[in-house]
């Protein structure tokens, strides 16, 4: 239908002043700032370990740090395909996986290919891989709740279910993450930390050996900061993987960090 003459047709121009822009949780020179969950900077969330709780595995575990929840689930040794190669070492599979409601975003859980791998090499460097020849061993993780610090948590859990499985390894692999905010190191940061963050390191070690599996660094480090860094990690690893092997020897475990 025409409208009047002369008449100006209606229009819409959004103003510049309404868009919406997200405040940080810290100023860029602000060291006094207060960590969302009350946490101290160097200070891990509560840990809590179960061994057992996939009763069709070999092995199994679940993880709770804080909103983080994961279980893993370990299969093997087993016989390989035949369409493999002869190989004189075992094999080991890692899938890393979402549920649909672990994160913010409903509807979006999905396998994850980067931490599948990622798994992989924390683990595969601890696991003596000679005592199962031409048999694999199949990891299987699923984060329930995406709470912060996934993999690092994911990469714990999986070693810990190892263990349950009788799988032989030279040690526990534990693994810790600190985010870089502003001049400040956060360790075990939480979901909200980590969309801010500046760049993260990611340690996974083998504590009794003083080992290093994996180091993962994203975003621009100073060679001070990535000492601080490595050093913060070591020594919540070692807390860690105190907590897990009371777990291996007795009931659910809890670790609170000082």
């Not at 969309?195 to 480090?221: A, K, N």
Request: hydrophobic letters at 35%; proline letters at 5%.
């Amino acid at each position: 239908m025409a409208g009047k003459g002369g008449a100006a047709p209606s229009t819409y121009s959004p103003s510049p002043t309404t868009q919406k822009t997200k405040s940080r949780i810290f100023g860029n020179d602000d060291v006094d700032w207060v960590r969302s969950d009350g946490r101290e900077f160097h200070q891990c969330r509560p840990a809590f370990f179960k061994t057992g709780a996939v009763n069709a595995a070999a092995g199994s575990a679940y993880a709770e740090f804080g909103n983080t929840k994961v279980i893993v689930s370990v299969f093997g040794p087993r016989e390989s395909k035949k369409a493999m190669m002869y190989s004189d070492i075992g094999r080991l599979n890692c899938n890393v996986s979402y549920t649909t409601f672990a994160t913010p975003v409903r509807g979006q859980g999905s396998d994850h290919k980067e931490f599948s791998s990622m798994l992989h090499k924390a683990l595969e460097g601890a696991i003596i891989l000679e005592t199962f020849p031409k048999t694999t061993v199949d990891v299987f993780a699923l984060v329930l709740e995406s709470g912060g610090s996934d993999l690092p948590v994911v990469i714990s859990c999986a070693s810990l279910a190892l263990a349950d499985a009788g799988i032989m390894m030279y040690d526990l692999v534990t693994s810790v993450s600190v985010s870089g905010l502003g001049k400040n190191l956060v360790i075990d940061p939480i979901l909200e930390e980590e969309s801010y963050q500046d760049g993260s390191l990611m340690l996974t070690c083998m504590p009794s050996r003083y080992e290093v599996t994996q180091l993962t660094i994203t975003g621009e480090w100073s060679t001070p900061k990535i000492n601080e860094g490595m050093q913060i990690c070591l020594d919540a690893c070692s807390k860690l993987a105190v907590v897990m092997r009371a777990c291996l020897k007795g009931p659910d475990s809890t670790l609170e960090e000082e």
